[in-house]
């Protein structure tokens, strides 16, 4: 049975202007280059659930939250791995028929098209990508991570107003490096409404779990410290721990970059580095005669 929204002409041509700005911005760029080809099996073996996976994606979306962002990196996913086999058989089913033996690696992530969905590690794998880690995640912790990803699945991407795509398609570089941040803020707010690198901030911010905090000085707590220093000073090295609070920074505000630049996330050299044998003596370099030469300008 039809609904109000389909029999209302104007929703009918907002939902195809939405969907017409969505492939636009979601097209895939013609030029894409992998710096490091990655290897699938060290990455299936190394990389552990409630991982964060950054990507630099090859759309035009991408192109602007990197921009924007002042960073490679355009969209996040949340590793859990086997974890969606073990609830429901008939989603166990479904997930085995259409994924395979990828479905023991499975990615939460928050699509423009396509809304919450599970999507293989595999599929990011000729894209330039980062594994961060949360230090010393507790193990009942990232359970709770990974079952709060998985129970969004099925959520819709936050496409709230069609201007919040749309301004996209703008110069980028008219906007002022203090609204960079914001600029990436868009929709609804509402729960079932998301978008990748907050749906993954708020699962960590549930479990107490800091991203990128801000922290505030207890000015009573540091006097007191600094009486203590000056005591002490005499005797042994002064001390320069800051004492305070951390406060919670709204999951709206955080990008793809700030899993990667926050010191609470380790970042995972799964290619190299993490197989112990990587020597640089043994690598085979180009020989520079064969280098194209760069044309110089006039």
Not at 80 to 88: I, N, R
Not at 124 to 132: L, S
Not at 216 to 225: G, I, S, T, V
């Amino acid at each position: 049975m039809p609904t109000l929204s389909h029999l209302n002409p104007f929703a009918v041509i907002r939902r195809k202007v939405v969907d017409l700005v969505v492939r636009l911005l979601t097209k895939p760029l013609k030029q894409y280059v992998v710096k490091i080809p990655n290897d699938l099996a060290k990455m299936e073996r190394y990389i552990r659930k409630a991982d964060v996976v950054l990507v630099e994606g090859n759309e035009r979306i991408s192109e602007v939250i990197k921009y924007l962002t002042q960073s490679s990196w355009s969209h996040a996913a949340l590793y859990v791995g086997d974890e969606p086999l073990k609830g429901d058989p008939e989603l166990r089913k479904q997930l085995l028929e259409k994924f395979g033996e990828d479905a023991n690696h499975l990615l939460v992530e928050a699509l423009v098209e396509r809304g919450v969905v599970l999507t293989p590690l595999s599929s990011y794998r000729d894209f330039n990508i980062r594994i961060c880690r949360p230090y010393n995640l507790a193990r009942e912790d990232m359970q709770h991570v990974v079952e709060d990803a998985l129970s969004r699945v099925g959520n819709i991407y936050d496409l709230k107003n069609i201007l919040d795509l749309a301004r996209y398609f703008l110069p980028v570089s008219l906007v002022p490096r203090r609204f960079r941040r914001k600029a990436l803020r868009f929709g609804s707010s509402e729960p079932t409404r998301v978008i990748c690198s907050s749906m993954i901030a708020d699962c960590f911010y549930r479990v107490k779990f800091p991203v990128v905090p801000n922290f505030k000085e207890l000015p009573l707590l540091e006097e007191r410290a600094e009486q203590r220093r000056r005591l002490k000073r005499l005797f042994t090295r002064p001390d320069h721990r800051r004492f305070g609070v951390f406060q919670t920074v709204s999951p709206t505000l955080i990008t793809p970059r700030d899993f990667d630049l926050s010191p609470y996330f380790e970042v995972v050299k799964f290619n190299i580095i993490e197989d112990l044998k990587f020597d640089y003596r043994k690598l085979v370099w180009a020989d520079e005669d064969e280098t194209p030469e760069v044309e110089k300008s006039a």
